[in-house]
């Protein structure tokens, strides 16, 4: 690793975390709206809600002052029938892996798009009927799969009708961007600490990160506190020779809240999450999958028999557990078992009941 740098609040960030959260129709409370969010973290780990004011209040003034139509909102920044991202996610992970420019290429944005989650794009499959192909395998609905290709097709169309909405949403964060402030300095210094001791990596490591790059950017997560995205510019690397770079976004409250949970629970109540964890025939299915080794999404999918929108449901409840981890790449979500929580649990089971 050569560099890695940390990164000031970014506005078009939070501008794109308030209008995922306002297209979420979800029944996640972390993914929804930050009120719903910070209620959830509050009554699971004894967290005073005023831990979450200032990122509650500027949502909760986009949401109340933002002109939007809801079908272009949902069309454009909810979850793609299934896929696990919306269009505005796949277009970023697009454009970070090879630049935006490269993105008005249609050959190379087919290529891009009809890759496999498992597989490195094959840039001979760059026509019209390969994307169909490649679309037709996908297991999202077929309303979604439409909506996949005329994307693609229409990037620049699509593109403008992002941004139309994240200029709007940007305007209002800025007017509230003093209230996000304390918490991106705050976790910024915690960042620079970890540099300056010689645990940044270690700690990213911790929440599913592997830096293998030669440059990193981290950026505070603010209105998406609890989340990380990670997205790189690899294909550029390898395809353009392009120096290497990982863009994270770092949820500003991951910590602290990892931290409460560790705290605010005794060991029966530690049981008793784990066990709700365990409870459910799928997800034993999804571990048993992951045991041999760290699998994606559409492959659990494959392994199970599940549907994408079983398998997202049921890896909520493993990863709140602490059960499994999660590696964002890009749009892509390679999940890996903790075995290190298992034994936990067979640990307290034997301290509470046996000795």
């Keep these: 690793m050569d560099s890695i740098r940390f990164l000031p609040m970014n506005l078009r960030v939070e501008a794109a975390a308030a209008l995922m959260r306002l297209a979420y129709r979800g029944d996640d409370e972390r993914s929804g709206g930050a009120r719903e969010a910070a209620e959830y973290y509050s009554r699971k780990y004894a967290i005073p809600m005023e831990t979450f004011s200032g990122i509650v209040e500027t949502y909760e003034y986009v949401k109340k002052h933002l002109s939007y139509d809801e079908a272009e909102l949902i069309t454009l920044f909810s979850d793609l029938g299934g896929m696990g991202s919306s269009l505005f996610e796949i277009f970023l992970t697009m454009e970070t892996a090879v630049g935006p420019e490269r993105c008005k290429d249609l050959s190379l944005r087919i290529a891009l798009m009809a890759a496999d989650d498992n597989m490195e794009p094959d840039f001979s499959c760059n026509t019209p009927g390969d994307l169909l192909a490649a679309v037709s395998q996908m297991t999202i609905t077929d309303e979604a799969k439409w909506l996949y290709v005329d994307a693609c097709m229409h990037y620049e ?46 700690h990213l490591a911790e929440h599913g990160i592997r830096l293998d790059c030669e440059n990193a950017t981290i950026t505070p997560n603010l209105i998406n506190f609890s989340f990380i995205i990670l997205n790189t510019n690899a294909i550029a690397a390898a395809k353009y020779g392009e120096v290497e770079c990982a863009d994270i976004l770092f949820g500003v409250l991951i910590d602290f809240i990892r931290e409460r949970g560790k705290t605010s629970r005794n060991a029966t109540e530690a049981i008793l999450s784990l066990l709700h ?3 459910d025939k799928r997800r034993l299915q999804i571990l048993s999958a992951l045991k041999t080794r760290p699998r994606y999404g559409q492959e659990l999918v494959a392994v199970t028999g599940l549907s994408a929108a079983t398998v997202s449901h049921h890896m909520n409840e493993l990863t709140g557990a602490g059960l499994v981890s999660i590696e964002k790449q890009g749009v892509k979500l390679l999940y890996h ?10 640990e307290l089971l034997r301290q509470s009941y046996l000795d």
């Design 157 to 202: 169309t699509y593109r403008a009708r992002i941004d139309k909405l994240l200029d709007r949403a940007e305007q209002l964060v800025r007017k509230k961007a003093a209230l996000l402030e304390p918490y991106a300095e705050k976790a910024l210094r915690v960042f620079e600490r970890y540099q300056q001791e010689g645990t940044l990596f270690e």
């Design 337 to 346: 078992i903790k075995e290190k929580r298992i034994q936990e649990l067979t």
């Design 277 to 279: 964890a365990l409870d």
